[in-house]
């Protein structure tokens, strides 16, 4: 059963679908990879490793989290510790079951105290330079949410809950760091880690102040951005680029208005994804059943209209087949561009992602399974179209009709028709010996 | 007169320093931008200026962001690679072609090709939006990114090119294996997320967004990672905040590089000759022709038996036909409106594009910004629906066309697959 050389083309169409999805399967790995590690406890492994820090601060720091704390620091490590522990009878009287034992070592992040009693245990929370024993709560340092009442009432949490015990050596409270501050502190005490998991204490997370300044910061710039599109002084600038176009176009020597490749490529997909969308018209049209003489009217004059603009759609591709044999040269691999359909919005990029807000998993998964479900289906679709143009030839040419021409029908068929996943059955008749 | 001078409208020390600083913000906000006074060199076509530019427009015009590719790619390479995506998208001026490939000159052409790209697209904007720091987690719900392109097809490995039709029911089985696993981890992929984000509620200092995304918790818990990703967001505000100031500034230079064009010689207006380009001949256009062919030919079939049954029925008569005649035509005019515009030549498609960042909310959470999944899934729903019409059709489309090939063959019988 062996095909023709233009078989050539199908094995590379084939390898490239699989080539594509293997590409996905590897990005969804390394995201598998991460979000797997997340929710599994996190690790205090750099504990004992030392901490590789720039220049400046190095004296600062102790080379490991095992460095001697200041008394100052033993002190205020003794009155959180007071804190965790009774937040922990406070959590363990709310929580509904005894979620293991939650002894009352240090656990990072789980710094909690209930708002009745903030002024027993000032958590120094500042992440201000020097400012680590504020007998106040720094606003920025703790959150204070209203407690929804199923949840734990401390929601209050410090900046050493950041760093969910990285162990990062004696925290310098470098300013622009912001991501160790009093970790001697924590790690100091944690002589019996027990591990820092999402599940558990995730909403006690908050992240560093230097990168919510960036990240706001970020989001006001590419708000600008996007708004600056449509500013009166963009006029004159607009005109002004105008002007250079058509003065480069004029100084050029060419003949104007010449089709560039890329805007070539660009209304062909326009014009496939155009094909699409008046056959799926067409199918509605032709699916749906008239019940008086008026719809019956109504539906033929749509066919009309569809197939006004088909011909139209005809008359432009034609168009463009001219500017592609008179000014541009041949494709060496003879190979479109993908027939899955791109998007063609460039009308008013909003350059900053928008939300997608979903309400549950399983919403998020049935939105994410159909996303993969229509671009399997563009690809089969694609296939089919290629595998058509090939296989069907093949089988009206050849002419011998024994046993292989039969093997390569039924195998053509399965290809073809049932997406290669079920044969037909070929019987022969004989003819009754007599 | 009177002790005021007579004021100029424009300090000739801002006007000296406006360009300049238009300049600089624009080379900040490029990647690989090169200094004011290399563009200036270049306005007067210096060779020290010539080699900076080519690396500028390398970077700006490869698809891939910009960090090791070009190692990878020696000079000539980028030279040629540059000269390439420059006649592929058009640009008019012959004399870019005939820069040496070594580099070494072609400052002004050069510097009229970048500001040429600058002029019909919102440059700046658009590479920072594809090397964005991404903070969320993020989906795209257009079609674009359902899969990722396979880059450069790689060169066909059978050489004597017969294919056993068996290595292409493996290959198709192969495949259908794939998107099995592929939808497996993206459902654990999508479980993940969920709980990830309903653990972290709250806990983002934005309201509107309310959870962590994967990246941000990442940080927490890495956090050398987080530095990374902290310099990362840094450098990119500096460039947004560059490309911000060149928007502000850039009519300067718009006027400078009116005075770059008039240095220039003018261009021969005989036609030379160019090395013709890889781009899709006509033959690859084939397809699509057959295709809206066969879509008419099928249209024009519908229309001629329906219009027969039309003229063949009793509808249609009388004086105040014609009145709801033309009522109807309008009707159906407005209904594919859309449809026709979607289809001609600038037609934008309605959708939503682009990627989007997930954020869970509660379900009875009152309206905020952003697109909901349950509209999305409709969307995608509806697709669906259509493309497995489009797939069922094509599959009978074979099953016709095999059985008239095989039908003449006496003595056998085809048994159908079941499960249909």
Redesign the interface.
Known sequence: ?????S??R???E????????????R???R??R??????RA?EPAETLAPEPTPGPETNEEAPSAACAPSPQDLKELELLTQALEKAVRVRKGISKAGEGDKAPSLKFGSIATSPATRASAPPSTSRRAGSRASETEPPRGIRQ?RVPAKDLPE?RLLSVG???C?G?GAGATKPE?G??NEQIVLSAASQAPEAFT??DK???????E???K??????R??A??SS??TSD??D??TT??????Q???T????PGS????????A??R??????????????EE?TADPKD??Q????????????A??????H???E???V??QQ???????????A????????D?????????????Q???????????????????YL??VL??EL?PL??KQEP?GPPW?A??R?????????????????????PAD | MGRRRRRRRVDPADAARALPEAIAALSQTLPAGPSPETFRRAKFDRPEAAPAFWRLLFCVLSPQPPNGASASFSPEAQVRSVKLAL????????ALAQLPDDGSQGGRELL?AL??L???E?LP??L??QN??Q??D???????E??????P??P???AD?????????W??????F??R???A????????????HS????????R??GH?S?T????????EG??Q??RR??R??AR??A??EW??R??VF??W??TV?DA?P??????TFLP??????????E???R???A??G???E??EA??E??EA????RGPEWSA??TA??E???Q??AA??R????S?????????????????G?PR???????E??EA??S??A??????R???G???Q??AR??GA?P?????????R
């Not at chain 1, 960036?214 to 989001?219: L, T």
């Not at chain 1, 603009?309 to 005809?314: D, F």
């Not at chain 1, 195998?411 to 003819?431: P, W």
Request: hydrophobic share 45%.
């Open positions: 059963m062996l095909l023709a050389g078989s050539r199908l094995v590379a084939l390898r490239d679908a699989l080539d594509s999805c293997a590409e996905r399967q990005q969804l790995e995201s598998l991460v979000s797997r590690r997340l929710l996190w949410t929601h950041d760093q969910a990285m990062q760091s991501l160790r999402l599940k995730g909403i006690l997370l908050q992240l560093p230097a990168f919510r960036a990240s706001s910061r970020n989001s710039l590419w600008q951005l600056t599109q002084s963009v004159a600038a002004a680029k105008m002007q250079f176009l003065k480069m176009q100084t050029s020597g060419w010449r089709l560039s490749a890329t805007e070539v490529e209304e062909v326009h014009l496939q994804k155009a094909c699409l969308l008046l056959r799926l018209r067409m199918g032709l003489w008026m019956e009217y109504r539906c033929l004059l749509t066919l009309e209209e569809l197939q603009i088909v011909g139209q759609c005809l432009r591709l034609r463009l087949c001219t592609v044999e541009l040269g041949p494709w060496p691999e003879g190979r479109f561009p993908r899955s359909l791109p998007c063609g919005g460039e009308a990029p909003i350059w900053s992602p928008q939300l997608l807000l979903y309400s549950s998993t919403e998020l998964q049935t939105l994410a399974s159909l996303r993969l479900r229509v671009a399997m289906l563009h690809q089969q679709i089919e179209k058509m143009a069907l089988v009206s009709l039969l390569l029908c195998a053509v068929h399965s290809l073809l028709c049932e997406g290669g996943q079920r044969f037909l059955t070929i019987l022969r008749e004989d003819k | 006649r592929t998208q058009g640009y008019p001026r012959r009229l500001a040429w600058l002029a019909r919102p904007e658009r920072l939006a964005r720091v903070l969320g993020e989906m795209h719900v257009c079609e674009c359902a899969l990722a392109s396979p880059g097809p790689a066909s490995v059978e090119g017969c294919v056993d039709i068996r290595h292409l029911q290959l198709m089985g192969k495949l259908r794939r998107w696993n592929l939808m981890s993206q459902q654990e992929q999508c479980a993940l997320l969920g709980k990830i653990y972290t509620r709250g806990c983002h200092s934005d509107s967004l962590l994967v941000e918790t990442e940080l927490l818990r890495d956090p987080g530095r990703l902290l967001l840094q990119e505000n947004l905040q490309a911000l928007r502000r850039e009519l718009w006027q590089m009116d064009l220039c003018p261009e021969a207006s005989q036609p013709r380009i890889p781009t899709p001949g006509a033959g690859a256009l397809p699509l022709v295709e809206l062919q879509l008419q099928e249209l024009r519908a229309v329906r219009r049954a039309w029925g009793v509808g249609g709801v005649r109807l035509r009707a159906v005019g209904d594919l449809l026709r979607a289809c001609e030549r037609g934008s498609l309605a959708q939503p594009h682009g990627p989007r960042r997930l954020v869970r909310t509660e379900a959470a905020g910004p952003g697109l909901r999944a349950p999305v899934i995608l729903r697709r669906e259509h493309l497995e019409v489009v797939l059709r094509l599959q489309q074979c099953r066309e095999l090939l095989v063959l003595g056998l019988v085809w048994i159908l697959p079941p499960g």
